[in-house]
């Protein structure tokens, strides 16, 4: 079992199989993705590697993220060899949507149990204001098929100033007969973010007491569950999570290790550095990348130091996939 020095266990790897991402949101890349390095990303092999190495440590869970994966044509065999991996019980991917229509059933064969989509507006102009693109009936297209597929669906929200009353009020509607669970992200400091971060940041726990107010009641965790409080609520279909890096014991129940495209392992989404692992990977050598992970782990931190802006090597969210 993966634990580290504060006694708590991780079940659940974020895997990046690409830092590319064809979307350009103002909150992560306003500019569109800059290709500052080889894109020399994980082949198929290194990341079976990869997932019988945590496997075999006790992982059950692994979300497959970007960038965004669906630009990897390989992207349902990386599905599909995750999937077949002994012990993983759980695999997602956490996507954009805008690919979903077109791959979604081939996602789905090969192995996919559930499925993250980012949706920062409900308002065709805002959406495509925020993400540089005006796709979100396309996307809500994606999201009904995979919840006709049977597919546990979560959504994926940044919280930010805008969406104080209006946006809010928009979500909760759909929610009435939306089968999915919202997840509303407090915006995070980044290296290249700052000014935006300080003018549009929103705390969660303002939401989470209205929330409270409105008769929303907390849903209990599983041991694989990330780090969201969610909530239900009797007159809804849908339910609420919130995701809020700067509330008090944040990291008290942290779960999750993540491994980026290029094979390193980052303790934390604000590690002050990537661990390279990946001359394990290309040898295919299992037992000596988890010699490596278990050994690694004594050094994880209690705690990011975003409360100090303090926030490492993550420039943009597009470098791990949050």
Same mark, same amino acid.
């Given at each position: 079992?993966?634990?580290?020095?504060?006694?708590?266990?991780?079940?659940?790897?974020?895997?990046?199989?690409?830092?590319?991402?064809?979307?350009?949101? %103002?909150?992560?890349?306003?500019?569109?993705?800059?290709?500052?390095?080889?894109?020399?990303?994980?082949?198929? %092999?290194?990341?079976?590697?990869?997932?019988?190495?945590?496997?075999? $440590?006790?992982? =059950?869970?692994?979300?497959?993220?970007?960038?965004?994966?669906?630009?990897?044509?390989?992207?349902?065999?990386?599905?599909?060899?995750?999937?077949?991996? *002994?012990?993983?019980?759980?695999?997602?991917?956490?996507?954009?949507?805008?690919?979903?229509?077109?791959?979604?059933?081939?996602? &789905?064969?090969?192995?996919?149990?559930?499925?993250?989509?980012?949706?920062?507006?409900?308002?065709?102009?805002?959406?495509? =204001?925020?993400? /540089?693109?005006?796709?979100?009936?396309?996307?809500?297209?994606?999201?009904?098929?995979?919840?006709? $597929? /049977?597919?546990?669906?979560?959504?994926?929200?940044?919280?930010?100033?805008?969406?104080? +009353?209006?946006?809010?009020?928009?979500? #909760?509607?759909?929610?009435?007969?939306?089968?999915?669970?919202?997840?509303?992200?407090?915006?995070?400091?980044?290296?290249?973010?700052?000014?935006?971060?300080?003018? &549009? &940041?929103?705390?969660?726990?303002? $939401?989470?007491?209205?929330?409270?107010?409105?008769?929303? *009641?907390?849903? #209990?965790?599983?041991?694989? *569950?990330?780090?969201?409080?969610?909530?239900?609520?009797?007159?809804?279909? /849908? %339910?609420?999570?919130?995701?809020?890096?700067?509330?008090?014991?944040?990291?008290? =129940?942290?779960?999750?290790?993540?491994?980026?495209?290029?094979?390193?392992?980052?303790?934390?989404?604000?590690?002050?550095?990537?661990?390279?692992?990946?001359?394990?990977?290309?040898?295919?050598?299992?037992?000596?990348? +988890?010699?490596? $992970?278990?050994?690694?782990?004594?050094?994880?931190?209690? *705690?990011?130091?975003?409360?100090?802006?303090?926030?490492?090597?993550?420039?943009?969210?597009?470098?791990?996939?949050?």
């Amino acid at each position: 079992m993966l634990e580290d020095r504060y006694g708590r266990r991780f079940h659940y790897l974020r895997l990046s199989v690409t830092d590319v991402c064809n979307f350009r949101c %103002n909150y992560c890349l306003p500019d569109g993705y800059q290709c500052d390095s080889d894109r020399d990303f994980l082949t198929l %092999n290194e990341i079976n590697t990869v997932a019988q190495a945590f496997a075999g $440590l006790g992982t =059950s869970k692994v979300r497959i993220t970007g960038g965004e994966p669906s630009l990897r044509k390989d992207l349902p065999d990386i599905i599909a060899t995750v999937a077949n991996t *002994s012990g993983i019980d759980e695999i997602s991917v956490t996507t954009n949507g805008d690919k979903l229509p077109r791959l979604i059933h081939a996602w &789905h064969e090969a192995g996919l149990t559930s499925l993250n989509v980012s949706i920062d507006s409900l308002d065709p102009r805002l959406f495509a =204001s925020i993400t /540089g693109h005006d796709k979100l009936k396309m996307v809500l297209q994606g999201v009904g098929m995979a919840l006709e $597929l /049977g597919m546990p669906v979560k959504v994926n929200a940044v919280l930010m100033q805008h969406q104080k +009353q209006q946006g809010i009020e928009q979500y #909760l509607q759909w929610l009435k007969t939306m089968p999915v669970t919202l997840r509303f992200i407090e915006l995070m400091r980044t290296g290249d973010n700052a000014a935006f971060f300080q003018e &549009h &940041h929103y705390s969660g726990q303002t $939401l989470k007491e209205q929330l409270l107010e409105l008769g929303w *009641s907390r849903v #209990l965790k599983s041991k694989t *569950s990330g780090p969201a409080q969610e909530f239900q609520h009797p007159d809804y279909a /849908g %339910n609420i999570g919130l995701i809020m890096p700067y509330s008090k014991g944040f990291c008290d =129940s942290c779960n999750r290790l993540r491994i980026s495209s290029i094979g390193q392992l980052h303790l934390c989404l604000f590690a002050e550095q990537g661990l390279d692992l990946r001359a394990y990977m290309s040898a295919g050598d299992v037992q000596g990348l +988890q010699q490596a $992970l278990v050994a690694l782990l004594q050094d994880k931190q209690a *705690s990011h130091w975003l409360h100090d802006d303090v926030t490492g090597a993550t420039r943009h969210l597009a470098m791990l996939g949050g």
